[in-house]
C-alpha cells in the first residue's frame, strides 16, 4: 500500500512583523511525525505595509474590513509568487494564520486579517484560516495554538518554547497540554533598537553590553500575569498598556533596556521550565545569543540549538498540521491549552471561486 501524503502550505505573520513566513510541507495523513519542509521562504514587508499592520489597532469598523480585503490580496500575491518560484504542481490545500490584529478573548474578540475567500480565489486553491475564532466563541483564549503540534510532531522534548514577538511555551502535564504566553520578546526588544535605527539587536550584542536597571526589573517581574494561572494569553494591547509605558517611567538608555528586559525574559522563562530538561526553542529569538545564555542560566541546562529552518518555520509547519486536522475534522485545539469548554476543530475552509 502506498504511503498517504498530504502537500500543503503553511502561512504565518507573527507579532513582530518580520514578515510572511511560508512552509511547502509534506507531511504523512495520519503520522504527522512523518513530515518535510520541502521548500520555506519569508517575505519581508514593505515600509507601508508594516506601518498599516503596526497602526491598525486604532482602525475603525470600516478601515478594518478594507485592510482585510487589501491584506488577503497581498497574500495571495505572494503565495503565487512562492508557488511559482518553486514551481510547485502538487498542492492540497493553503493554511493561513493571517495576521492578529486585535486579541481581547476576555470580551470574546479576536480578529486575524486576511480574508480566505479571496486568497483562494486569487491562487485557485482550497484555503484554511481563521483558527481562533471558534475557540474564543467556546469561551477559550484562542491561543497560543501551537501546542497541538508541539504534542503531534516534537515528542522528543519535554518542553517546547518559542521566542518570537512573545514567548509561549508548551508541556504535558497528567496526560494533557498545558501552554500559555510566558511573556513579551521581540515585540519590545526591537520596539526599543528601533528608536536607534535598527530592526533588532543582531544576537543581543548591545544588551550585553548594557547595564541592568535592578529597579524596573524587580517591576517587571512583579506585574499580576506572572502570577496568574494558565490559560493565558497576552495581545499587543496588553505591552502598550503595561510594559512601555514601565520601561519609559524608568528608563531612556537603550542598552539598559534591552539588557533589563532580555533578563527579565530569561527570569521569566526560567520560572516555567523545571531545570535540567530537555527544550527544544524555535522563533527569532532563539538566534539572540545573550538571551539564549541568560536562559540556560535560569532554567539550570544546556540547551542544544534547533536547525535553522525549523526555528524560522515552525510556525509555519505547525498551522499547515492545523490545516490538515480541520480538513480531516479532527481535533486541533486543546481545551486543556486554550481554557474553552471542549476539544475541537477549528478553522474555515474556503474553495475558490472563478
Given at each position: 500500500m502506498q504511503e498517504k501524503y498530504i502537500y500543503c502550505i503553511g502561512l504565518m505573520s507573527g507579532t513582530s512583523?518580520?514578515?510572511?513566513?511560508?512552509?511547502?510541507i509534506k507531511m504523512h495523513s495520519s503520522l504527522y511525525k512523518d513530515f518535510e519542509i520541502l521548500k520555506a521562504e519569508t517575505i519581508s514587508y514593505s515600509k507601508e505595509w508594516k506601518t498599516k499592520l503596526q497602526e491598525a489597532i486604532n482602525y475603525k469598523d470600516k478601515d478594518l474590513k478594507e485592510l482585510n480585503i487589501e491584506y488577503a490580496e497581498l497574500l495571495g500575491e505572494i503565495l503565487n509568487n512562492f508557488i511559482k518560484t518553486h514551481t510547485i504542481t502538487n498542492l492540497d490545500f493553503v493554511a493561513s494564520h493571517g495576521h492578529t490584529i486585535l486579541h481581547q478573548p476576555e470580551n470574546g474578540i479576536t480578529l486575524q486579517i486576511g480574508d480566505g475567500q479571496i486568497i483562494a480565489n486569487?491562487?485557485?486553491?482550497?484555503?484554511?484560516?481563521?483558527?481562533?475564532?471558534?475557540?474564543?466563541q467556546y469561551g477559550g483564549q484562542g491561543a497560543p495554538l501551537v501546542p497541538i503540534g508541539d504534542r503531534l510532531l516534537f515528542t522528543d522534548y519535554e518542553y517546547?518554547?518559542?521566542?518570537?514577538?512573545?514567548?509561549?511555551?508548551?508541556?504535558?502535564?497528567?496526560?494533557q497540554r498545558i501552554a500559555f504566553d510566558i511573556c513579551p520578546v521581540n515585540i519590545v526588544l526591537n520596539h526599543y533598537t528601533r528608536i536607534i535605527g535598527l530592526e533588532y539587536d543582531n544576537e543581543g550584542k548591545i544588551a550585553s553590553e548594557g547595564t541592568i536597571n535592578v529597579e524596573l526589573l524587580e517591576r517587571l517581574n512583579q506585574l499580576p500575569f506572572y502570577k496568574k494561572n494558565p490559560p493565558k494569553s497576552l495581545g499587543l494591547e496588553w505591552v502598550q498598556k503595561n510594559i512601555f509605558p514601565l520601561i519609559d517611567e524608568y528608563e531612556t538608555d537603550i542598552p539598559t533596556i534591552l539588557k533589563t528586559f532580555t533578563e527579565h525574559v530569561a527570569v521569566q522563562i526560567g520560572?516555567?521550565?523545571?531545570?535540567?530538561?530537555?527544550?527544544l526553542i524555535t522563533g527569532g529569538g532563539a538566534f539572540n545569543t545573550f538571551l539564549m545564555k541568560r536562559i540556560e542560566f535560569y532554567a539550570k541546562t544546556k540547551i542544544k540549538q534547533a536547525d535553522k529552518e525549523l526555528i524560522n518555520y515552525k510556525e509555519a509547519l505547525i498551522f499547515a498540521l492545523l490545516g490538515v486536522l480541520k480538513v480531516q475534522n479532527k481535533v486541533n485545539c486543546l481545551q486543556s491549552v486554550t481554557?474553552?469548554?471542549?476539544?475541537?476543530?477549528?478553522?474555515?475552509?474556503?474553495?475558490p471561486k472563478k
Open positions: 512583523l518580520d514578515g510572511v513566513d511560508l512552509a511547502y486569487r491562487t485557485q486553491q482550497k484555503v484554511v484560516c481563521d483558527f481562533r475564532t471558534q475557540d474564543v517546547c518554547v518559542n521566542l518570537g514577538g512573545f514567548a509561549n511555551i508548551s508541556y504535558e502535564k497528567n496526560n520560572n516555567s521550565v523545571k531545570k535540567n530538561t530537555t527544550i481554557g474553552a469548554k471542549k476539544d475541537h476543530s477549528s478553522g474555515e475552509i474556503f474553495y
